[in-house]
């Protein structure tokens, strides 16, 4: 009782105010300096742990909020976008809340986990970034008010756990049910993602594009995730979005055929092999060195060096490879122009620099294995396609692509192309959310509304809940109810509308049994069936964003204390 006198005789928002405001209340309604004088010091002692716990948890709601402050602008179709310059000066626009967060430089120990969460949900759905950390502000404003009376952590903590699992069985009753051959649902289902991004007038050609790159190297009868390693975006710089394609095969943007000595720049069926030792001669160790003092030695030197070169380039020939794609070595140079010349005579193309993360994607999608040293290249080593050739683009830039690959190789590559380097960042950022939300309807094929019609049913239906539950645990998951009505407030204040009576509208609709109302924010109007408008997601979006905001507002809840480690 005492505890909850000081506690609600005295709000404020900051925690240093409210511990002083504390103080002064006890000293002043209490003898001796505040407490009774029957066991003083242990009673003043608690009061001082339990102020301090009080302040850790409004410190870090407080740091927490902030986060989320930052980004609840760039919620939506109508959010804003953040310009975001780093060290080096170089500028980044985007409103991807992942994105933000991760350029964004986060002090506070507990606003870091806002940005954890926002990678985790980054990771698991692809969409939503913004939206999880948006829910976690405002589910730590409800903790707020609910610490203000009085109720204990851990108690609101296991409310909303218990608010957690309900909400998920009352999203299930809202999600329709979608399968991988249905493309036209797929399409929608990512433009809907795409409708809040840069470039979200270029969805009618990104959509399509994300959905056939995924359906392409998965089963979709049998598929319950996808591997997005096997999609490889390749970014160009130079015409439009328009110009973006998706290859069925590899398309080299840096690493070009070597021209050097005449090679070739276009061969049909080509043999190509991936090897990962270098065409050039070998050097002495770090330390050593060698000394020639005489013409002779020279020669020698040299003709040995031609015939190591010889030597290798009769093994490539006898193996069959007539394309040759060889991985960037840091000890020494990866050809030299005597081996470019001896190739280029045997009509071999040479295509240097392959990094070294590019080697599994090139050899799933040609068949080849990686060969390390000369003795081991076979012909069954050999990766195969219908041609190899080097490509001029409309600006002039060539790049190098390979097409006609095997059939069995599950892989595909989409040329990115941008008229700048910002746009093209986006764009490719935009395409990886895209690909993340088929990856999403994969692992759960499941379809509910957009425009904040999920979390108003799941409001209403938690707060019928709650009424039915005796004890403090009802208040949290009223308010854990209450909180989720920020997704529609702040979709309706970004689009210009008046927030208040969208949501006073929706909840009415809502009540009423229409549990597919939403808001339009492109309208600007409140209509009964999102899914007639083409607004729709994966339900692991919004399932994912609210078990990620509970669990590290839970978290949150339970850290009564900040220790600074002395390593």
């Known amino acids: 009782w005492y505890q909850r006198r000081v506690h609600g005789e005295n709000d404020s928002n900051d925690g240093s105010e409210r511990m002083s405001a504390a103080t002064v209340g006890v000293t002043s309604d209490l003898p001796s300096g505040g407490l009774p004088v029957a066991g003083g010091p242990q009673q003043k002692g608690n009061l001082a742990r339990n102020e301090k716990d009080r302040d850790v948890r409004y410190s870090n709601i407080k740091a927490a909020k902030g986060i989320a402050d930052v980004i609840r602008t760039s919620l939506g179709p109508k959010g804003m976008d953040k310009m975001i310059q780093d060290s080096k000066g170089e500028v980044l626009i985007t409103n991807d809340g992942a994105t933000i967060l991760r350029q964004m430089e986060v002090i506070h120990p507990t606003a870091k986990m806002l940005v954890e969460i926002s990678k985790a949900q980054d990771i698991e759905a692809g969409d ?106 390749v970014k160009k710089l130079g015409g439009t979005i328009e110009d973006t394609e998706m290859v069925d095969g590899l398309v080299f943007v840096k690493n070009k055929a070597a021209h050097a000595a005449g090679g070739p720049t276009r061969i049909a069926d080509p043999k190509i092999a991936l090897i990962q030792f270098c065409l050039s001669a070998p050097k002495t160790d770090i330390q050593n060195s060698v000394t020639v003092k005489d013409y002779t030695a020279m020669d020698r030197i040299l003709r040995e060096e031609r015939l190591y070169i010889a030597d290798l380039v009769k093994k490539i020939v006898k193996s069959g490879a007539n394309v040759l794609l060889i991985q960037k070595s840091i000890l020494r140079d990866a050809v030299n122009e005597l081996s470019l010349h001896f190739l280029a005579k045997k009509g071999i193309m040479v295509v240097t620099d392959i990094e070294r993360e590019d080697v599994e994607f090139i050899s ?100 019928e809940y709650a009424h039915g539950i005796e004890g403090a645990v009802s208040l949290c998951i009223k308010a854990y109810a209450e909180a989720l009505e920020i997704i529609p407030y702040t979709l309706s204040e970004n689009a210009g509308l008046n927030p208040i009576r969208i949501v006073t509208d929706l909840r009415a609709r809502h009540k009423h049994g229409k549990k597919l109302a939403g808001v339009n924010a492109k309208k600007g109007q409140v209509v009964d069936d999102m899914l007639a408008e083409n607004v729709m997601q994966p339900t692991l979006v919004t399932e994912s964003a609210l078990t990620l905001a509970t669990e590290v507002v839970r978290m949150i809840l339970k850290i009564d204390d900040i220790v600074i480690s002395a390593r």
């Not at 050999?382 to 006609?404: I, N």
């Not at 309807?441 to 049913?457: R, S, Y």
């Open 128 to 233: 939503g970034t913004t939206s999880v950390v948006v829910i976690a502000g405002a589910l730590l404003e409800a903790v707020e008010q609910l610490l203000d009376r009085g109720i204990h952590p851990s108690v609101i903590s296991d409310g909303f756990g218990h608010a957690l699992d309900k909400a998920k069985k009352i999203l299930g009753t809202i999600a329709q049910p979608v399968r991988l051959d249905e493309r036209d649902a797929l399409i929608t289902c990512v433009t809907t993602a795409l409708a809040s991004k840069v470039v979200s007038q270029n969805s009618s050609l990104l959509s399509p594009l994300a959905v056939d790159a995924v359906l392409k190297i998965i089963d979709p009868r049998t598929a319950t995730n996808v591997d997005l390693r096997d999609i490889k975006l």
């Open 364 to 463: 799933k999608t040609i068949g080849a294995i990686p060969v390390a040293h000369i003795d081991y290249l076979t012909p069954e080593k050999l990766g195969k396609a219908k041609l190899v050739e080097e490509v001029t683009l409309g600006d002039e830039s060539k790049l190098l692509r390979v097409t006609g690959v095997p059939q069995t190789a599950q892989t595909v590559s989409i040329l990115v192309r941008g008229s700048n380097q910002l746009v093209l960042d986006e764009a490719e950022r935009s395409l990886h959310d895209a690909l993340c939300v088929v990856r999403a309807l994969v692992k759960n094929k499941g379809l509910i509304p957009g425009g904040g019609a999920p979390e108003i049913e799941i409001s209403q239906k938690l707060e």
